[in-house]
Nanobody, 123 residues
Framework: VQLQASGGGLAQPGGSLTLSCTAS????????MGWFRQAPGKEREFVAT????????YYAEPVKGRFTISRDNGRNTVYLQMDNLKPEDTGVYYC?????????????????WGQGTQVTVSS
């Protein structure tokens, strides 16, 4: 299993970034995917998840209404559109594949993790 995240970078407050995560080595279309983030000195936390067909999504409260998770099963890719970014969104963002088909917000439900991509929100 390989998960390759990209799209991170520096954004100003109020700006936007789109993260992508391309997967290989497993039947991508059968599994829930998730995004997590980790700020310096903090635990890795849930951001968003999307079920295998994309019809169910969940978001962490701090990002609701600003972030959108989506997936393209034909391209084995999951996306995280991040709008109206805030300094507290700064961190390393990780994509992950769940052990299950059901959407989950629980970190322990995720079996494999990508290498992470840095997002920095600063003026």
């Amino acid at each position: 299993v390989q998960l390759q995240a990209s799209g991170g970078g520096l954004a100003q407050p109020g700006g936007s970034l789109t993260l992508s995560c391309t997967a290989s080595g497993f039947a991508f279309h059968d599994y829930t995917m998730g995004w997590f983030r980790q700020a310096p000195g903090k635990e890795r936390e849930f951001v968003a998840t999307i079920s295998w067909r994309g019809e169910i999504t969940y978001y962490a409260e701090p990002v609701k209404g600003r972030f959108t998770i989506s997936r393209d099963n034909g391209r084995n890719t999951v996306y995280l559109q991040m709008d109206n970014l805030k300094p507290e969104d700064t961190g390393v963002y990780y994509c992950a594949v769940s052990r299950y088909s059901q959407a989950s917000t629980v970190k322990s439900a995720y079996a494999y993790w990508g290498q992470g991509t840095q997002v920095t929100v600063s003026s």
